[in-house]
Structures are given as C-alpha cells and as structure tokens.
C-alpha cells in the first residue's frame, strides 16, 4: 500500500465505511466489515474514528439480523484488536462478545471464526480466566462433534 492511500485511509472509512454499519442493506454492512478485516491494523489518528469502528463491529457481531454479518464481524474483530485503545474500549462487553462467538461456533463451522477467537483470547488472557470453563466446553463439543462426522 502506498503512503498516500496509507494516509487517505481513515478519512475515507470515516467517510463512507462507518456510516454503512447502519445501512440497511446487508451486503453493505457485510462490506463495511470487510474493510476493517482488510484494514482495522492501520493508524486511526482521531480514537473517536476507532471508537466507531468498535461500535460498529460489535453492533454487527451481537445485533445484526443477518448470520453473514455477524460472521464478517467476528473476523474483523480480532484486526481491531492490534489497537490497544481498542482492547480498551471492548473489555466491558468482552462476555457478550464470547457469547456471541460461542453462538456462531455452535452453528457455523468456520476456521476463521476461531482463529479470531484465538486472538481475542491472547489479547485478554489476562481476564479471560472466568469465561475459560465455558470456552473449552463448546471447544471441546466441537471437536467431538468432528470425531463424530469423521467416523
């Protein structure tokens, strides 16, 4: 990527990116999503930018009606999470965040998700002690289900 684009980035995902988390158009969200799993590890000058992008991602993640979403939103998540300020900004809704990942992994076999899992688990391993039990659970149930298809 070249410094200039490099440079125009925020700007343009202030413009045009975060303003598509509400579209009602799902394809759009998914896309806006997209871009910060493309691009979420750039420098956000303004923290009220990444604080958007946070919002946005997690409002995709826990709320959005549509499962490709929620998907897409996942992924990005961990990308946001090279910002500390990030980390910050999320750790208050880092159970409903878990929560949300458990649900996605119990209905979509998917290694991106949990290859974002992963990184959110780094990120926090230090308040990721509550939430271990219940993650090795589902990990767990998933990789029996697996077994059960493979035999």
């Known amino acids: ?18 303003p598509e988390f509400s579209n009602p158009e799902m394809l759009l969200r998914a896309k806006a999503v997209d ?4 691009y979420g590890d750039i420098d956000f000058p303004d923290q009220t ?3 958007s992008a946070v919002e946005g991602i997690y ?19 961990s990308c946001i999470l090279d910002h500390k300020e990030a980390i910050d900004m999320v750790r208050p809704f ?4 878990l929560v949300e990942y458990i649900k996605l992994l119990d209905n979509f076999d998917n290694e991106d998700i949990i290859r974002s899992l ?11 002690a509550p939430f271990a039990v219940e993650l090795v659970r589902h990990l767990s149930n998933i990789f029996l289900k697996y ?5």
């Open 94 to 97: 880092l159970n409903n965040i």
């Open 118 to 128: 992963e990184n959110i688990v780094k990120a926090f391993s230090d308040c990721i």
């Open 49 to 51: 930018l990444l604080k």
């Open 147 to 151: 077994c059960k298809i493979d035999n």
């Open 35 to 38: 871009m910060f799993t493309a």
């Open 1 to 18: 990527m070249t410094p200039a684009i490099k440079n125009a980035l925020p700007t343009l995902i202030a413009s045009y990116v975060i």
């Open 59 to 77: 409002k995709c993640l826990a709320a959005d009606p549509n499962k490709i979403v929620s998907l897409k939103a996942a992924c990005a998540f």
